[in-house]
């Protein structure tokens, strides 16, 4: 008799470019992704700088001064 218990999968998460369900798990060759398309899709938008990540600046803009007078 076979073993009829289906292998362990990872957690089923959502595709950040197209929002297909997709397991997490070494079977996965594009995860996060559901497919190359969708990993190269978010990499060109990193590419063509869509995705910003926000500077922090201080707010006088200035840097913290040398002098303790």
């Avoid at 070494?26 to 063509?48: N, V």
């Amino acid at each position: 008799m076979g073993n009829d218990i289906p292998a362990q999968r990872g957690p089923l998460v959502k595709c950040p470019t197209c929002g297909r369900n997709v397991h997490y798990d070494s079977g996965s060759p594009f995860r996060p992704f559901c497919s190359e398309r969708c990993r190269l899709i978010d990499l060109g938008t990193w590419a063509d700088e869509s995705y910003r990540i926000p500077e922090s600046t201080p707010r006088d803009g200035g840097l913290p001064s040398d002098s303790d007078d």
